[in-house]
């Protein structure tokens, strides 16, 4: 077991290093860099959004950076400067290699990659570009909301659709197995966000009641509540996010478990502990459901991580929930490289640990499953 593990850790190496340089690569030809963000902005498409860029507080846009505008101005009264940077003419070339090393693009792509791989080594992520604060201290700021929407909508959903896909192989055929396989496939074809408009329209204040809050995940006065009552805040806030990303996630594993189930149910060993007097929930829940969990438990990790980074960006928006959902596409659309390599990496190496963490339950739950003599 011992070595299988260590294989495992080891491969995660190449592993994290091959996902960061295909993205790095990607990244190097996606047009609407950082530079060529802060040159539109410059040039007067909003001059407000450079200064909170480059960290200051007025229309001076030396701020935190350091950066001399002076020369852009005169060259802008003397004639054009050629740049590879659409959007740069009439810039002075000084101007535009302050940016250039503001941003870290003073450098070769090489040197750059090997650089920040370096320092995500060290688990040093930099600071974000954009915001006046470290990517670590800016993700634990945001890891609240997704924390609450990943786990609490994995949790109920495999608390659900588990009892209900073993419920469903046990009366296979019978009018609970048809009427449930409706209900589950209804869901799935409702998008969450849709779904989630509604729910608004219906209970928080749109044209209906008025039962459920509208944004936050606690109230202004969470902090001065009891114990007991912060509890009922935070459930209260998350009911209708939860219902709305749950809605679709019944069914894959509602089906999935029923099958898993019929499958073993219909193999000999069940007939022949059956044929010696064993009671059915025996049979099923101490023979039959170590074997078909199996299946179950292999795609947790990619449900929760799906549920946990990607699955909430529209559920985060709607109802105004500021998590890891929303900062990623943030970070994605302003060309905020830190954060989104930090995250990248971050979200790789979490994935690669749950997917251990999976298969070492496989042993948990079979023993028969015997790691040594498996190949990576």
């Known amino acids: 077991m011992a070595a299988y593990i260590l294989r495992r850790l080891l491969l995660m190496i190449?592993?994290?290093?091959?996902?960061?340089?295909?993205?790095?690569?990607?990244?190097?030809?996606?047009?609407?860099?950082?530079?060529?963000?802060?040159?539109?902005?410059?040039?007067?498409?909003?001059?407000?959004?450079?200064?909170?860029?480059?960290g200051s507080s007025g229309g001076d846009f030396t701020g935190q950076s350091g950066i001399d505008t002076s020369g852009a101005s005169s060259s802008n009264a003397g004639g054009e400067v050629q740049s590879a940077y659409r959007g740069?003419?009439?810039?002075?070339?000084?101007?535009?290699?302050?940016?250039?090393?503001?941003?870290?693009?003073?450098?070769?792509?090489?040197?750059?990659f090997f650089s920040m791989i370096w320092d995500y080594l060290r688990f040093d992520f930099g600071q974000s570009y954009y915001r006046d604060i470290s990517v670590?201290?800016?993700?634990?700021?945001?890891?609240?909301?997704?924390?609450?929407?990943?786990?609490?909508?994995?949790?109920?959903?495999?608390?659900?659709?588990?009892?209900?896909?073993?419920?469903?192989?046990?009366?296979?055929?019978?009018?609970?197995?048809?009427?449930t396989s409706g209900v589950v496939i209804i869901g799935y074809a409702?998008?969450?966000?849709?779904?989630?408009?509604?729910?608004?329209?219906?209970?928080?204040?749109?044209?209906?009641?008025?039962?459920?809050?509208?944004?936050?995940?606690?109230s202004s006065n969470f902090a001065s509540m009891p114990w007991y009552q912060q509890i009922l805040d935070y459930a209260w806030h998350l009911t209708l996010p939860i219902i709305s990303m749950a809605i679709g996630a019944f069914a894959t594993t509602t089906l999935l478990t029923k099958n898993s189930f019929l499958d073993e149910?219909?193999?000999?060993?069940?007939?022949?502990?059956?044929?010696?007097?064993?009671?059915?929930?025996?049979?099923?829940?101490?023979?039959?459901?170590?074997?078909?969990?199996?299946?179950?438990?292999?795609?947790?990790?990619?449900?929760?991580?799906?549920?946990?980074?990607?699955?909430?960006?529209?559920?985060?928006?709607?109802?105004?929930l500021d998590g890891l959902g929303l900062l990623g596409f943030q970070s994605i659309v302003t060309r905020d490289y830190p954060m989104v390599f930090a995250t990248l990496y971050i979200f790789s190496l979490f994935g690669l640990i749950l997917s251990l963490l999976s298969?070492?339950?496989?042993?948990?739950?079979?023993?028969?499953?015997?790691?040594e003599k498996r190949e990576v």
């Open 88 to 112: 740069a003419r009439g810039l002075s070339p000084q101007f535009i290699a302050q940016l250039e090393a503001q941003y870290g693009f003073d450098r070769p792509p090489v040197e750059r």
């Open 265 to 320: 149910i219909r193999k000999q060993y069940v007939t022949t502990a059956r044929a010696k007097g064993l009671s059915e929930n025996r049979v099923l829940y101490r023979h039959v459901f170590r074997n078909a969990m199996l299946i179950i438990i292999a795609g947790f990790p990619g449900a929760f991580i799906g549920a946990f980074f990607g699955g909430s960006l529209l559920i985060e928006t709607i109802f105004s």
């Open 136 to 179: 670590i201290d800016l993700v634990l700021e945001k890891m609240p909301v997704s924390i609450s929407l990943g786990l609490w909508m994995t949790l109920i959903s495999y608390g659900i659709s588990i009892p209900l896909g073993i419920a469903k192989a046990v009366r296979d055929g019978s009018k609970f197995d048809v009427w």
């Open 359 to 371: 298969d070492l339950t496989y042993m948990w739950i079979d023993p028969r499953i015997d790691f």
């Open 14 to 54: 190449p592993t994290v290093f091959g996902i960061m340089v295909v993205s790095f690569l990607v990244i190097q030809f996606a047009p609407g860099g950082p530079v060529e963000q802060a040159i539109a902005r410059f040039s007067g498409t909003d001059v407000s959004a450079l200064s909170r860029i480059t």
């Open 190 to 218: 409702i998008p969450g966000f849709l779904f989630a408009i509604l729910l608004i329209v219906l209970f928080a204040g749109g044209s209906f009641w008025s039962l459920f809050p509208l944004r936050g995940l606690t």
